[in-house]
């Protein structure tokens, strides 16, 4: 996707033309034409079109009850009146099972679509890191849970609402507009004396009707689709900051950064303000208008037919029973109208999921393109011609040629900002702005440890058996890991459910990714910093165990510390420009790349 296109796919349509019903199609056709659940999900429309039809055949029918029952209470005639209220009840029994057995397989069909939508989205937004490559790389989405989260609920929802509404205005239209159009003869247009008989007058005013209608709605409640997009971003927007508030809660404490915190509270709050008293004066108007039409609909087919009423050319019945037809059709007519308010918030969750799909679309583009890093499963770390670029270009690593045998001990080294981290997220397959080739043992075969390690939400047993360990561990191996790694006041606390990642220092958590290291026994130990916020003791400490348990486990630690060196047999220092020394003989040129470095 080119950069017009990504922003193209960031910002409002702000129109229902053609890009928006393909981008509809885009998002609701997979569920129907190819996934799995696609004959259930068709049966359910199916038996929503069929009670669908079933109450248009009631309310047809009610229609013409009117007729009798009306003209029964004109002529008085007590035995065909209750005689017609049990026709009434039969009826409106059947409508209130329909439409109760409606509302619930809609809602059903509802619910496995936004399961399926959901599972499809994280799926995609997992694969391949890409929700990694979202944040790093690609900032221009907003709040991608909230896409998750809460869009995909509303698209389904919205979606199948309107689109059983548009069937049911098209289904009362096809067994209404016969109806009206006979009933029309029997209607006259006084003119100059003379009485005039326009064939389908009823129909063409309920047209007429709805078409100003909807050109006023458009018209009126078009911008509600932009401040409806807002709004849901900027509430986001204020969600966040006060989830930032909670997860960094200490640091903030410690700042003394409450007022700083307050304002930026007070100012994306306003934002969410202003934009929602535009917004609500937006749907006032929109409210006028729509209440006057709904109003005078009521009135339009009375005053139509008043000049025939009054000349007794047609009783009170048949009053009532064009009043019920008349408002069948123009509903139907006037149904894009009525709905508008509902449409413009559906066209901002379209607009909202669009551009989060845009944006993973251009991350795999990237990925796709960009990956000339090839990754491959090996027995041991094998790099070679390995070149690492910032996304501008700008080399930060020329041409690597690494080998590190099982239970080799390599001390990755370099002024701050060289790239050291950077090298680290290429060998775990994240980096991909760059070329050569990386040999790894994957799955179960590596484990990377970063400076702040990630603590799922769930208990401290979870935290330490994540993210690959076997669930099955007995308690009494966790105790001896944590009382080993120098966390013995935890040992009552295995199974307490708690924000560890606010509630543990970054040292102590530190200390808990080596548990998890001894624990998951990887061939590979990667440590970014790993062990920067202990003291040189504790840090000793912990690699000394490293080396006795993981005897066999190859380490590549990155670090500044000198008391790091005494526990790698290797170094590789980077250097600025691209260059690099490994072991202490610098490299460069055509014998950089034809080399693979020895072991000491």
């Given at each position: 996707m080119t950069k017009s296109a990504a922003d193209a796919a960031r910002s409002p349509h702000q129109r229902f033309d053609r890009a928006f019903f393909r981008d509809v199609w885009r998002l609701a056709g997979p569920y129907f034409l190819e996934s799995?659940?696609?004959?259930?999900?068709?049966?359910?429309?199916?038996?929503?079109?069929?009670?669908?039809?079933?109450?248009?055949?009631?309310?047809?029918?009610?229609?013409?009850?009117y007729n009798a029952f009306y003209d029964a209470l004109q002529h008085y005639d007590s035995a065909h009146y209750w005689g017609l209220l049990g026709q009434f009840a039969l009826l409106a029994l059947g409508a209130i099972a329909l439409g109760v057995y409606q509302t619930y397989m809609s809602q059903l069909l509802d619910l496995r679509w936004r399961r399926w939508l959901t599972g499809s989205f994280l799926t995609r937004y997992l694969a391949a890191r890409t929700y990694y490559h979202l944040e790093i790389f690609r900032r221009g989405q907003d709040n991608p849970d909230q896409r998750i989260a809460d869009d995909l609920s509303s698209f389904a929802q919205s979606a199948s609402s309107l689109f059983t509404g548009l069937l049911s205005s098209a289904a009362n239209l096809i067994a209404f507009l016969g109806l009206l159009w006979v009933l029309s003869a029997k209607v006259v247009v006084p003119w100059k004396g003379v009485e005039l008989h326009i064939p389908g007058l009823l129909v063409w005013a309920a047209l007429l009707y709805a078409i100003v209608w909807t050109w006023v709605a458009g018209?009126?409640?078009?911008?509600?689709?932009?401040?409806?997009?807002?709004?849901?971003?900027?509430?986001?927007?204020?969600?966040?900051?006060?989830?930032?508030?909670?997860?960094?809660?200490?640091?903030?404490?410690?700042?003394?950064?409450?007022?700083?915190?307050?304002?930026?509270?007070?100012?994306?709050?306003?934002?969410?303000?202003?934009?929602?008293?535009?917004?609500?004066?937006?749907?006032?108007?929109?409210?006028?208008?729509?209440?006057?039409?709904?109003?005078?609909?009521?009135?339009?087919?009375?005053?139509?037919?008043?000049?025939?009423?009054?000349?007794?050319?047609?009783?009170?019945?048949?009053l009532m029973q064009v009043s019920s037809a008349f408002g069948n059709v123009q509903n139907a007519f006037a149904y894009l109208a009525q709905s508008y308010d509902s449409l413009a918030q559906w066209h901002a969750v379209v607009d909202r999921l669009r551009g989060f799909v845009g944006l993973i679309e251009e991350v795999e583009a990237m990925q796709s393109d960009g990956k000339r890093i090839v990754?491959?499963?090996?027995?041991?770390?094998?790099?070679?011609?390995?070149?690492?670029?910032?996304?501008?270009?700008?080399?930060?690593?020329?041409?690597?040629?690494?080998?590190?045998?099982?239970?080799?001990?390599?001390?990755?080294?370099?002024?701050s900002g060289v790239g050291k981290s950077t090298l680290l997220r290429a060998l775990a397959g994240l980096w991909p702005f760059g070329e050569g080739y990386v040999a790894l043992p994957r799955g179960k075969g590596s484990l990377f440890l970063p400076q702040r390690p990630y603590l799922p939400l769930g208990s401290l047993r979870e935290a330490l058996l994540y993210p690959m360990a076997d669930a099955a561990t007995p308690t009494e191996r966790l105790e001896q890991l944590l009382t080993r790694v120098g966390l013995p006041a935890l040992l009552t606390q295995l199974d307490v459910v708690a924000?560890?990642?606010?509630v543990l220092s970054l040292g102590e958590q530190q200390r808990?990714?080596?548990?998890?290291?001894?624990?998951?026994?990887?061939?590979?130990?990667?440590?970014?910093?790993?062990?920067?916020?202990?003291?040189?003791?504790?840090?000793?400490?912990?690699?000394?165990?490293?080396?006795?348990?993981?005897?066999?486990?190859?380490?590549?630690?990155?670090?500044?510390?000198?008391?790091?060196?005494?526990?790698?047999?290797?170094?590789?220092?980077?250097?600025?420009?691209?260059?690099?020394?490994?072991?202490?003989?610098?490299?460069?040129?055509?014998?950089?790349?034809?080399?693979?470095?020895?072991?000491?």
């Open positions: 799995e659940e696609r004959w259930g999900a068709r049966g359910l429309l199916a038996l929503v079109l069929l009670s669908t039809s079933g109450m248009v055949y009631i309310n047809l029918r009610i229609t013409n009850w018209r009126v409640a078009n911008p509600l689709i932009k401040l409806n997009y807002d709004q849901q971003r900027l509430q986001a927007d204020f969600r966040f900051a006060l989830m930032r508030l909670r997860e960094n809660s200490e640091a903030i404490a410690l700042y003394g950064g409450e007022a700083k915190e307050r304002d930026t509270f007070d100012h994306r709050f306003d934002r969410v303000y202003d934009n929602y008293a535009r917004l609500i004066v937006r749907q006032k108007r929109f409210n006028w208008f729509s209440a006057y039409f709904n109003q005078f609909a009521i009135i339009l087919p009375f005053l139509v037919t008043a000049s025939a009423y009054f000349a007794k050319a047609v009783q009170l019945g048949f990754h491959e499963n090996g027995d041991m770390l094998r790099v070679q011609d390995l070149t690492l670029r910032v996304p501008s270009g700008t080399p930060v690593v020329a041409h690597l040629e690494l080998t590190v045998l099982p239970g080799e001990r390599l001390l990755v080294t370099g002024p924000p560890w990642a606010q808990l990714a080596f548990a998890r290291a001894l624990l998951q026994r990887p061939e590979y130990l990667f440590l970014d910093e790993a062990s920067s916020a202990l003291d040189e003791p504790a840090e000793r400490a912990l690699y000394t165990l490293l080396m006795k348990e993981l005897a066999q486990t190859a380490l590549v630690s990155v670090g500044h510390r000198s008391t790091l060196h005494g526990f790698h047999n290797r170094r590789l220092e980077l250097l600025t420009d691209g260059d690099w020394l490994s072991d202490g003989e610098r490299l460069s040129g055509q014998t950089r790349r034809q080399w693979a470095a020895a072991p000491t």
